[in-house]
């Protein structure tokens, strides 16, 4: 009896989900009878060996590697808050967030479908799909801290919504996209950005528009994996109190350098 090999590589307990699987197997990282698998539809019989290389992610998407350098480098705590990640998708983020103590996550998306299914039965979640974040009111719980990963769409309309959502001293971490903030005409083939000018620029005008908003920057690093088609991305650290360590000497050049030495 054959089946596929991103439902063996589940039932085998090789992954947490099939979303995993899928994501496993798309980074080359699932071998079946020493081979390494090509496509998650591929059938295998029942009984084949199949082995996981590398390192397997600890969340259900990549993306939760992200959030998870933003929280050891910025020193987060997210014990027994209440959080909010708007631009879930698959979930990576909320997973990082629960992983990490999170009591409650409000997961916000526009599209449908896509939340893994792990996560889509957790109680301490509520899902909101085919929600537009630029329209979110304030919930039952007030949210103490806000991840935002979103794409086609500028931080700079999003961030009047985070303060109808947070309550006092909240803390919000940007993924910051050059991709989407930047000018068509500074985008190259396949919807990357290379220059770090256009990438320092981006940063600058994302900040100032969270601070015109009455936010303050209190970190900022670079994504440790790339985004599509290889975009670099960065983590911004805001908070909704002056009365926490704002970081007014953050030299964006150097994170900008920083970075692109690291995953160039």
């Known amino acids: 009896m054959k089946k596929r090999i991103d439902v063996l590589v589940f039932e085998n307990g090789l992954a947490p989900s099939r979303e995993k699987a899928k994501t496993l197997i798309i980074a080359g990282q699932v071998k079946a009878a020493g081979h390494i698998v090509k496509s998650p539809s591929e059938q295998y019989e029942t009984d084949i060996e199949i082995e996981v290389t590398g390192h397997v992610c600890p969340y259900v998407s990549r993306g939760g590697l992200k959030l998870e350098k933003?929280?050891?480098?910025?020193?987060?705590c997210l014990e027994n808050k209440t959080c909010m990640d708007i631009g879930a998708s698959t979930g990576g983020f909320t997973d990082c967030m629960l992983q990490n103590g999170a009591a409650f996550v409000y997961a916000v998306d526009v599209?449908?479908?896509?939340?893994?299914?792990?996560?889509?039965?957790?109680?301490?979640?509520?899902?909101?799909?085919?929600?537009?974040?630029?329209?979110?009111?304030?919930?039952?719980?007030?949210?103490?801290?806000?991840?935002?990963?979103?794409?086609?769409?500028s931080l700079k309309l999003i961030f009047p919504a985070i303060l109808r959502l947070v309550g006092q001293a909240a803390q919000i971490v940007t993924l910051i996209k050059p991709q989407f903030e930047a000018g068509k005409k500074h985008v190259g083939k396949k919807g990357v950005v290379r220059d770090?000018?256009?990438?320092?620029?981006?940063?600058?005008?994302?900040?100032?528009?969270?601070?015109?908003?009455?936010?303050?920057?209190?970190?900022l690093t670079y994504s440790p994996i790339k985004g599509p088609n290889g975009n670099?991305?960065?983590?911004?650290?805001?908070?909704?109190?002056?009365?926490?360590?704002?970081?007014?000497?953050?030299?964006?050049?150097?994170?900008?350098?920083?970075?692109?030495?690291?995953?160039?």
Do not use: C
Not at 70 to 76: G, L, P, Q, S
Not at 128 to 136: G, I, K, Q, V
Not at 248 to 262: L, P, R, S
């Open 111 to 153: 599209g449908y479908g896509q939340f893994d299914w792990k996560l889509r039965n957790d109680k301490r979640i509520q899902l909101m799909e085919r929600t537009n974040a630029r329209y979110l009111e304030r919930q039952d719980k007030p949210v103490d801290f806000v991840s935002v990963d979103v794409s086609f769409i």
């Open 70 to 76: 933003a929280i050891r480098e910025f020193r987060i």
């Open 196 to 219: 770090a000018g256009v990438h320092e620029t981006v940063i600058e005008n994302v900040i100032r528009s969270a601070q015109e908003y009455g936010l303050f920057l209190r970190g």
């Open 232 to 264: 670099i991305e960065y983590l911004a650290f805001f908070s909704t109190s002056s009365s926490t360590e704002a970081q007014e000497n953050i030299d964006v050049g150097t994170v900008v350098q920083a970075a692109h030495k690291a995953l160039n």
